[in-house]
T-cell receptor, first 113, second 114 residues
Framework: DAGVIQSPRHEVTEMGQEVTLRCKPI?????LFWYRQTMMRGLELLIY????????DSGMPEDRFSAKMPNASFSTLKIQPSEPRDSAVYFC???????????FGPGTRLTVT | LAKTTQPISMDSYEGQEVNITCSHN???????ITWYQQFPSQGPRFIIQ???TKVTNEVASLFIPADRKSSTLSLPRVSLSDTAVYYC???????????????FGTGTLLAVQP
């Protein structure tokens, strides 16, 4: 298996622009997680899905952030409008049945100028 | 949400056993303890998970005392490739949906030398 796939790997954008991060989970996994990692705040769980349904979005920082999972093989995390404080590495992870035994993707490094 | 405390860094030599302890004094009854490893520029990798007593898999052991206020990750015979940041995460069953802003701790940077 190719593992969790994230795109793009790097994104540089200007403040106010919309940013869309993409994730393809491991085939057969039915849970998907979005995380954000910064030096200041560490690694935070933003939102997670089970069978394409959002289960907990308590980690989503603001209404500017939204996530969707239209099918079992694709999810997006959107930031609109983006701000410099959103600069971070965003990880997507997948697992079987809401397990902490998650497989992480390589991450998307987002820089908002 | 249970806050975790780990040493910021540890040093070891190849072939030694390494024990990394995590304190989580306010762990809840329904919380699990999970350890991850992270290399630079990569996502975390699951190592082991436990609830109480001892758990062992092919790469590590996890020791949890009866009061569950701490846990110790044991890595047998480390090698240079074990140099990484190790995170202890305490959190509830994800099926309950009440993670209330699950955040990994600061982690422990393990440096293994020849």
């Amino acid at each position: 298996d190719a593992g969790v796939i994230q795109s793009p790997r790097h994104e540089v954008t200007e403040m106010g622009q919309e940013v869309t991060l993409r994730c393809k989970p491991i085939s057969g996994h039915n849970s998907l997680f979005w995380y954000r990692q910064t030096m200041m705040r560490g690694l935070e769980l933003l939102i997670y899905f089970n069978n394409n349904v959002p289960i907990d979005d308590s980690g989503m920082p603001e209404d500017r952030f939204s996530a969707k999972m239209p099918n079992a093989s694709f999810s997006t995390l959107k930031i609109q409008p983006s701000e410099p404080r959103d600069s971070a590495v965003y990880f997507c992870a997948s697992s079987f049945w809401l397990s902490y035994e998650q497989y992480f993707g390589p991450g998307t490094r987002l820089t908002v100028t | 949400l249970a806050k975790t405390t780990q040493p910021i860094s540890m040093d070891s030599y190849e072939g030694q056993e390494v024990n990394i302890t995590c304190s989580h004094n306010n762990i809840a009854t329904n919380d699990y303890i999970t350890w991850y490893q992270q290399f630079p520029s990569q996502g975390p990798r699951f190592i082991i998970q436990g609830y109480k007593t001892k758990v062992t898999n092919e790469v590590a052991s996890l020791f949890i005392p009866a009061d569950r206020k701490s846990s110790t990750l044991s890595l047998p015979r480390v090698s240079l490739s074990d140099t990484a940041v190790y995170y202890c995460l305490v959190g509830p069953d994800l099926g309950g949906g009440a993670t209330n802003k699950l955040i990994f701790g600061t982690g422990t940077l393990l440096a293994v030398q020849p």
